[in-house]
């Protein structure tokens, strides 16, 4: 408060004067957020420091570098990630190694920071989680995180990632992106351990076929690695629900094996003819379904634009008195109802086509990688991460008084893949020849 004793008595001004502060206040707020909203769209890191990982470059005001010492721990990170662990494992891991933590790196470097852990090394799964999530680690910057809500208030709220602003390439990267989303794709799929502390690298992949929910998995101490096994969530909270869908954990390592020893092996010999049979079987219902989508997607951008064309005739109508104010409110209300749900719509069907009609960029994509890899005689928690994205499990049959169970394996942006039969591949390798005799004779 401004000169004001109260022990002289409190003047009827005061709530003016308190009035002007709080104006004042307000004002400069204002001031200070649209200077920060300034700076943050120009593609400067609104962070005063930068991540663990990296440094401020001393020849750029805005500009990061990457610190080794830290940067090596961050990949140790993603690494282990990929490998199956989560971050209360990894945090385990780094304490047990001695590693320092962020705040002791920074300590040790000389960088301000908050007083040091009382216990050293003292890795907790919330720091290894928040390392994972920061796409800054890929070389961009991320700006607008978070917010708060008023000058007033200022406890911070979370922006959802479609507020966020995104830069890339302003710095050095430390992890590259196609590790980066692997990893958040993982953490889509958090893999709780069980009470052994062991964790399978298909937890979070399998799915009941007829009810839709994970399979868990369930390993114990009392007998081997071997006899561990999933089985259905919904089996487990109630029975009447679904059927156990019970599958040993070997059974599904040697089923995803064989597949992508096969799919190898198609690849390497059959390249062409592989990829041809993939986009054969993209159905005509399935060509039907796209077509019906992009004229559903086309209809609703053309009503949204009409939408926007009829609000600005009811607004004319209403200020040249044509319309009465409470008509032009309800009909207003109404099409800005429509418009919203129509908006809301429209991303989910360009999404839908995006990933739908770009099958032939990912099998491209996916038969890159199947490439690199020259001998598949064992999977690892890093294969089956990068290449499977989820396995649909069935119930048991028995046949001829034999267990069968059916698995779909679904592969990362390609989905189901259609191996080559056997008629198929002699009918290629004849023809191979056939070109190959051409070639010698001509």
Same mark, same amino acid.
């Given at each position: 408060?401004?000169?004001?004793?109260?022990?002289?008595?409190?003047?009827?001004?005061?709530?003016?004067?308190?009035?002007?502060?709080?104006?004042?206040?307000?004002?400069?707020?204002?001031?200070?957020?649209?200077?920060?909203?300034?700076?943050?769209?120009?593609?400067?890191?609104?962070?005063?420091?930068?991540?663990?990982?990296?440094?401020?470059?001393?020849?750029?005001?805005?500009?990061?570098?990457?610190?080794?010492?830290?940067?090596?721990?961050?990949?140790?990170?993603?690494?282990?990630?990929?490998?199956?662990?989560?971050?209360?494992?990894?945090?385990?891991?780094?304490?047990?190694?001695?590693?320092?933590?962020?705040?002791?790196?920074?300590?040790?470097?000389?960088?301000?920071?908050?007083?040091?852990?009382?216990?050293?090394?003292?890795?907790?799964?919330?720091?290894?989680?928040?390392?994972?999530?920061?796409?800054?680690?890929?070389?961009?910057?991320?700006?607008?995180?978070?917010?708060?809500?008023?000058?007033?208030?200022?406890?911070?709220?979370?922006?959802?990632?479609?507020?966020?602003?995104?830069?890339?390439?302003?710095?050095?990267?430390?992890?590259?992106?196609?590790?980066?989303?692997?990893?958040?794709?993982?953490?889509?799929?958090?893999?709780?351990?069980?009470?052994?502390?062991?964790?399978?690298?298909?937890?979070?992949?399998?799915?009941?076929?007829?009810?839709?929910?994970?399979?868990?998995?369930?390993?114990?101490?009392?007998?081997?690695?071997?006899?561990?096994?999933?089985?259905?969530?919904?089996?487990? $909270?109630? *029975?009447?629900?679904?059927? #156990?869908?019970?599958?040993?954990?070997?059974?599904? @390592? %040697?089923?995803? &094996?064989? +597949?992508?020893?096969?799919?190898?092996?198609?690849?390497?010999?059959?390249?062409?003819?592989?990829?041809?049979?993939?986009?054969?079987?993209?159905?005509?219902?399935?060509?039907?379904?796209?077509?019906?989508?992009?004229?559903?997607?086309?209809?609703?951008?053309?009503?949204?634009?009409?939408?926007?064309?009829?609000?600005?005739?009811?607004?004319?109508?209403?200020?040249?008195? $044509?319309? *009465?104010?409470?008509?032009? #409110?309800?009909?207003?209300?109404?099409?800005?109802? @429509? %418009?919203?749900? &129509?908006? +809301?719509?429209?991303?989910?069907?360009?999404?839908?086509?995006?990933?739908?009609?770009?099958?032939?960029?990912?099998?491209?994509?996916?038969?890159?990688?199947?490439?690199?890899?020259?001998?598949?005689?064992?999977?690892?928690?890093?294969?089956?991460?990068?290449?499977?994205?989820?396995?649909?499990?069935?119930?048991?049959?028995?046949?001829?008084?034999?267990?069968?169970?059916?698995?779909?394996?679904?592969?990362?942006?390609?989905?189901?893949?259609?191996?080559?039969?056997? @008629?198929?591949?002699?009918e290629a390798f004849q023809q191979h020849l056939t070109e190959r005799n051409k070639?010698?004779?001509?």
């Amino acid at each position: 408060m401004d000169n004001i004793d109260t022990a002289k008595g409190i003047s009827d001004l005061v709530p003016m004067q308190d009035l002007f502060n709080e104006w004042h206040a307000k004002n400069t707020s204002q001031k200070v957020r649209n200077v920060f909203k300034s700076r943050g769209m120009s593609g400067a890191p609104l962070t005063t420091n930068p991540p663990f990982g990296y440094l401020k470059d001393p020849e750029s005001k805005n500009g990061w570098i990457i610190d080794e010492a830290a940067a090596k721990t961050v990949r140790q990170i993603f690494a282990w990630c990929v490998d199956g662990l989560g971050p209360t494992q990894i945090a385990k891991r780094l304490k047990t190694a001695k590693v320092p933590t962020p705040t002791e790196h920074w300590s040790n470097i000389g960088r301000n920071c908050s007083k040091p852990p009382a216990i050293p090394y003292n890795w907790c799964s919330a720091t290894v989680a928040d390392i994972l999530s920061k796409q800054e680690y890929c070389g961009d910057t991320v700006n607008f995180r978070s917010t708060t809500k008023s000058f007033k208030n200022k406890k911070k709220i979370e922006r959802p990632p479609e507020e966020w602003q995104i830069f890339k390439d302003t710095h050095p990267a430390i992890i590259d992106r196609e590790t980066f989303a692997l990893v958040q794709e993982l953490r889509k799929h958090r893999r709780r351990p069980t009470k052994s502390g062991i964790v399978s690298p298909f937890s979070g992949l399998l799915y009941c076929a007829d009810c839709g929910e994970k399979l868990y998995y369930s390993v114990t101490n009392n007998y081997k690695r071997e006899q561990a096994y999933f089985f259905c969530s919904s089996y487990r $909270k109630n *029975s009447e629900v679904c059927s #156990a869908h019970y599958i040993r954990e070997r059974v599904v @390592e %040697q089923i995803v &094996l064989e +597949s992508m020893q096969r799919i190898l092996l198609n690849v390497q010999v059959f390249e062409k003819e592989f990829a041809r049979k993939q986009m054969d079987c993209y159905t005509e219902d399935k060509k039907k379904q796209l077509a019906a989508k992009r004229r559903e997607l086309s209809k609703a951008k053309k009503r949204i634009a009409e939408i926007d064309a009829l609000i600005q005739k009811i607004y004319e109508d209403n200020a040249s008195g $044509k319309l *009465s104010d409470e008509r032009y #409110a309800t009909l207003s209300l109404s099409y800005e109802e @429509e %418009q919203k749900t &129509l908006k +809301s719509a429209v991303p989910e069907m360009q999404a839908y086509l995006e990933t739908e009609t770009d099958k032939t960029e990912s099998l491209q994509k996916f038969v890159q990688k199947v490439k690199q890899i020259t001998e598949l005689q064992a999977l690892t928690p890093e294969l089956i991460h990068e290449f499977v994205d989820r396995i649909v499990v069935y119930a048991p049959r028995y046949l001829d008084g034999k267990r069968v169970q059916l698995l779909d394996i679904y592969y990362s942006g390609v989905g189901i893949l259609h191996e080559l039969t056997p @008629e198929e591949m002699e009918e290629a390798f004849q023809q191979h020849l056939t070109e190959r005799n051409k070639e010698k004779t001509a």
